[in-house]
């Protein structure tokens, strides 16, 4: 599994909205350089995360984005697989068939990582990344 600058950034804006989520709608600027991310780039992340409901836009004055959750309610797994679309560590593991025979005896093995990635990161809630939170978690950052 090899996550993208997408999942990487989205991971990110995530955190920094939850970081900040007193502070209602966050401006796109803000976030964009707060992370260092150019904000063209950061709105195509942004839409994503709106047209999934992770997050909300406010248009105008006063406008920018908002987490709509509480951020103990995200998992990165969740996060990851909305930018990335698979967390899978080989592709066709939804389907046994797509495995030639050679590739066939190893498939149990794949499965079972798939699901050892997708159970750590689905443990990982965005809170647990934010800064107050990481006084003594296990986490590298």
């Given at each position: 599994m090899?996550?993208?600058t997408k999942g990487r950034y989205a991971l990110r804006v995530m955190i920094d909205l939850a970081e900040h989520v007193g502070e209602g709608y966050l401006p796109l600027r803000d976030i964009a350089r707060r992370q260092d991310i150019s904000e063209k780039y950061l709105e195509s992340i942004l839409k994503v995360l709106v047209?999934?409901?992770l997050i909300e836009g406010l248009r105008g004055k006063g406008g920018g984005y908002r987490l709509t959750r509480d951020a103990s309610d995200y998992t990165v797994g969740e996060?990851?697989?909305l930018t990335e679309g698979s967390l899978a560590p080989v592709s066709g593991l939804e389907d046994e068939q797509t495995f030639r025979v050679e590739e066939a005896r190893c498939?149990?093995?794949w499965v079972k990582l798939d699901r050892i990635i997708s159970d750590y990161l689905d443990g990982i809630k965005i809170s647990d990344l934010c800064v107050d939170?990481?006084?003594g978690n296990d986490y590298v950052i």
């Open positions: 090899l996550v993208s047209r999934s409901r996060v990851l697989r498939f149990e093995m939170s990481l006084v």
